[in-house]
T-cell receptor, first 115, second 115 residues
Framework: GDSVTQTEGLVTLTEGLPVMLNCTYQ??????LFWYVQHLNEAPKLLLK?????KRPEHQGFHATLHKSSSSFHLQKSSAQLSDSALYYC??????????????FGIGTLLSVKP | DPKIIQKPKYLVAVTGSEKILICEQY?????MYWYRQSAKKPLEFMFS???????DNQTASSRFQPQSSKKNHLDLQITALKPDDSATYFC??????????????FGHGTKLSVL
C-alpha cells in the first residue's frame, strides 16, 4: 500500500541555517504530496502542496519539489527562524489508488530552532 | 477563533468504559474526518464523511462509531475502551472529500488516556 517516510525524531538547528526535512513516498500511482505543520498547542495546518504542472510550491519561505524519479518531496528553507520550531508532517493523497480519498501521513519530524 | 471545535481537550477513561468525542466545524465544509495519532505512530486515517454519509472506514474495530447528527457535526463514540486506544484524536474537515486539491483543516485534538 501507499506509505510516507520522513526524517524521524528531532532535528535541531541554529537560527539562520538552512532547513531540509526529508520525505519519500511509495505509491502505485502518481500521488499529490503535502506538508502540514503543527505548532505547539495548535492544530495541524497545511503548509505546502504539490502541483500537477511541476511548479515548486512556496509558502512562508518554505519550498518543496516533487521528484517522481526519486519519490521525494523534501521540505526546504534557506534560513531557519525561531518561529519555525514545530512538528512537520509529510502526507500523500492518491485518490486514484489504494488510498482512496484519504491522506496518508508520515510520522512527523520535530524541528527545533535555537538562537 | 477556532473554526473546528473538539471537546474535550483532554479525557481520561477507565478500561471498559465508553466515551464520546465531540467535533463541530464552522467552515461550511461538506466533508469531515477523524484521524488518530498514537505514540510513535503517524496520523492515521479513521473515517471520512461527506454530506453526513460515511464514505470510508479504515477502522477495523466496531467499537469506534462516528455519529453525524448535523452536517457540521461528527462525533466519535468509543465503546469498551482499551489502554491501546490511548491517543490524540483529530477531527478535520474539507470543502469536499479529500482529493488532490482539497485542503484539510484540523481541530486541536482530543487527547484520550485509557487507564
Amino acid at each position: 500500500g501507499d506509505s510516507v517516510t520522513q526524517t524521524e525524531g528531532l532535528v535541531t538547528l541554529t537560527e539562520g541555517l538552512p532547513v531540509m526535512l526529508n520525505c519519500t513516498y511509495q505509491s502505485t500511482y502518481s500521488p499529490f504530496l503535502f506538508w502540514y505543520v503543527q505548532h505547539l498547542n495548535e492544530a495541524p495546518k497545511l503548509l505546502l502542496k504539490s502541483f500537477t504542472d511541476n511548479k515548486r510550491p512556496e509558502h512562508q519561505g518554505f519550498h518543496a519539489t516533487l521528484h517522481k524519479s526519486s519519490s521525494s518531496f523534501h521540505l526546504q528553507k534557506s534560513s531557519a527562524q525561531l518561529s519555525d520550531s514545530a512538528l512537520y508532517y509529510c502526507a500523500l493523497s492518491d485518490c486514484y489508488g489504494s488510498s482512496g480519498n484519504k491522506l496518508i501521513f508520515g510520522i512527523g519530524t520535530l524541528l527545533s530552532v535555537k538562537p | 477563533d477556532p473554526k473546528i471545535i473538539q471537546k474535550p481537550k483532554y479525557l481520561v477513561a477507565v478500561t471498559g468504559s465508553e466515551k464520546i468525542l465531540i467535533c463541530e466545524q464552522y467552515l461550511g465544509h461538506n466533508a469531515m474526518y477523524w484521524y488518530r495519532q498514537s505514540a510513535k505512530k503517524p496520523l492515521e486515517f479513521m473515517f471520512s464523511y461527506s454530506y453526513q454519509k460515511l464514505m470510508d472506514n479504515q477502522t477495523a474495530s466496531s467499537r469506534f462509531q462516528p455519529q453525524s447528527s448535523k452536517k457540521n457535526h461528527l462525533d466519535l463514540q468509543i465503546t469498551a475502551l482499551k489502554p491501546d486506544d490511548s491517543a490524540t484524536y483529530f477531527c478535520a474537515s474539507s470543502q469536499e472529500r479529500t482529493g488532490p486539491n482539497e485542503r484539510l483543516f484540523f481541530g486541536h485534538g482530543t487527547k484520550l488516556s485509557v487507564l
